[in-house]
């Protein structure tokens, strides 16, 4: 027998399988390659007229199955086996990295550890190589730009409860993954993944197990009851169509930035809402401007929560449409504020983006408070921390301690590549100037690895090309923060940049 030809005609076979491929075209180009029919079978010590399956069972046993014109493993097949044997020893090595995670998130937490600081240097190629790929949860392309599914980097375990910036391994800590996921995920965790000891909030084993299974693990592995908060948070989400720049993340949107009215305190008019359920409650929000009610609801449904936490309870959504009664009843409530069909979720999430969420549990549905950090999860920035620009001593000491706070915006990554990749020049305060060649090298290297030609670049930034490319790349620069003149001595471009321009934080850092 021709062992080699035996070889051939099994990797044949696997790939027919893998293929799915029909037995006489194919195994008509592997005769062409090999010689005809008679002469391979020949090859194989076959002689006389037998079917196709008797031949595969003398060749190869219990390996191959031939039925409706397909080739098939068998359930005994050796590649069966292989694949299973895989499967499992990988289940056991994810559970070992499962473990280890749990370990070093409660050694972060015992030895009362900072934070891990991001780092955009570790980062940079994980960012690179993920740009324009699908979302390991949820599948869909990942856009470079703002959007509900622009590219974020998740780190699997919160940085806050010692997650490390490492993406290398057969289970990487930090991964490429669309806004809406990450927001979600951390939803979860912030509404039922942490555990409150000695005063100190912890990251528990089941959330680690959860962020850690829905991206490695098999489907039925995923905790149920955190997929499923997942699920119907993701689809709320993408139902409503909310551009993320809308989204009011710190709290501080025209609605719930109205102060609540001066003349209700701790004594009035709570002090007049009976106690118990079966009494009726005074209507004490009737009067209130649609503004003023939704900064009511806000704080009212925060420290009902908080209560009913206090007390061992989730909180029900049923109670929510007692609170309701404080603005009249729920239609006189819906009627104002524009929504009078919408169901409580839609209305939660319409009046405060990711401050609440819902979980469902049988036919009984909570409500969960979210408690962020202060920082728009969008914030590319916010994932991989580039230094801003750093205000001269003249603007700081003007700055009016009185003027309400106002969240920073979040920053486009192409804006932040840039400001990434100049941070290697060496400029100081007294070396300001930089040749054209060299900056227009450096950002020639960036349009590239995004197969862009010049106009598509700058185009990122909002600009239309209308000069020169020295023009161009000027406003370029000018977008993101830095401020510089383009000037030419001789026939030489350059550069002039203005301090502070944030050059010696990157070297430093």
């Not at 470079?144 to 997650?163: D, K, L």
């Not at 965790?189 to 098999?218: H, P």
């Not at 401007?289 to 009212?300: N, T």
């Not at 909180?315 to 006189?332: A, T």
Request: charged share 30%; hydrophobic share 35%; net charge negative.
């Amino acid at each position: 027998m021709d062992e080699s030809l035996k070889e051939l005609f099994y990797a044949h076979l696997a790939e027919m399988v893998f293929g799915a491929a029909q037995v006489n075209p194919s195994l008509k180009a592997f005769y062409r390659q090999n010689g005809s029919k008679k002469e391979v079978f020949k090859k194989l010590d076959f002689k006389g007229q037998i079917s196709l399956q008797k031949r595969l069972d003398r060749l190869f046993p219990d390996e191959f199955r031939v039925q409706s014109g397909l080739v098939s493993f068998t359930e005994h097949s050796k590649h069966e086996k292989m694949v299973e044997k895989r499967a499992s020893l990988r289940q056991q090595r994810l559970e070992a990295h499962i473990l280890a995670a749990q370990k070093a998130a409660q050694i972060h937490f015992e030895n009362h550890w900072s934070p891990t600081k991001r780092d955009p240097i570790k980062l940079r190629p994980l960012v690179r190589k993920s740009r324009g790929k699908n979302c390991p949860t949820c599948g869909v392309e990942m856009l470079p730009r703002n959007g509900m599914h622009g590219f974020t980097v998740e780190h699997i375990v919160p940085v806050r409860y010692g997650g490390k910036n490492t993406y290398d391994g057969e289970f990487p800590q930090c991964v490429g993954m669309c806004y809406l996921c990450n927001q979600t995920r951390n939803n979860i965790v912030l509404a039922i993944g942490r555990e409150e000891i000695r005063g100190r909030t912890k990251i528990t084993d089941r959330a680690i197990r959860f962020l850690i299974t829905q991206i490695y693990g098999e489907h039925d592995q995923v905790d149920s009851q955190m997929a499923q908060m997942f699920c119907e948070q993701y689809q709320l989400v993408s139902s409503q169509e909310i551009a993320v720049e809308e989204y009011d993340l710190w709290g501080i949107g025209e609605w719930v930035e109205y102060q609540i009215p001066p003349e209700e305190n701790t004594t009035s008019p709570s002090a007049n809402i009976p106690k118990t359920e079966e009494d009726e409650i005074e209507p004490v929000y009737l009067d209130l401007d649609k503004e003023q009610a939704i900064a009511c609801l806000k704080r009212d449904l925060k420290k009902e929560i908080e209560v009913s936490n206090k007390n061992g309870k989730p909180y029900s959504l049923n109670r929510l449409e007692r609170l309701f009664l404080k603005h009249g009843s729920p239609e006189q409530f819906r009627e104002k504020i524009g929504m009078p069909k919408e169901d409580i979720d839609v209305i939660l999430f319409r009046l405060y983006p990711h401050q609440f969420i819902l979980e469902t549990k049988g036919t009984v549905r909570y409500i969960h408070a979210l408690e962020h950090e202060n920082r728009h999860f969008y914030d590319f920035s916010a994932e991989v921390v580039i230094p801003p620009l750093t205000k001269t001593p003249d603007e700081e000491e003007t700055v009016d301690t009185d003027t309400v706070h106002v969240a920073p915006k979040p920053v486009p990554m192409p804006v932040l590549f840039v400001r990434d990749a100049l941070a290697s020049l060496h400029l100081s305060n007294e070396r300001k100037e930089m040749p054209f060649e060299r900056i227009k090298e450096i950002l020639d290297g960036l349009r590239k690895e995004d197969g862009m030609d010049w106009d598509a670049y700058l185009d990122c930034f909002n600009i239309k090309l209308s000069g020169s490319l020295a023009e161009g790349i000027n406003m370029l620069l000018a977008e993101c923060g830095f401020k510089c003149l383009l000037k030419k001595d001789n026939q030489n471009l350059f550069f002039v940049f203005e301090p502070p321009h944030g050059f010696e934080e990157h070297q430093t850092a």
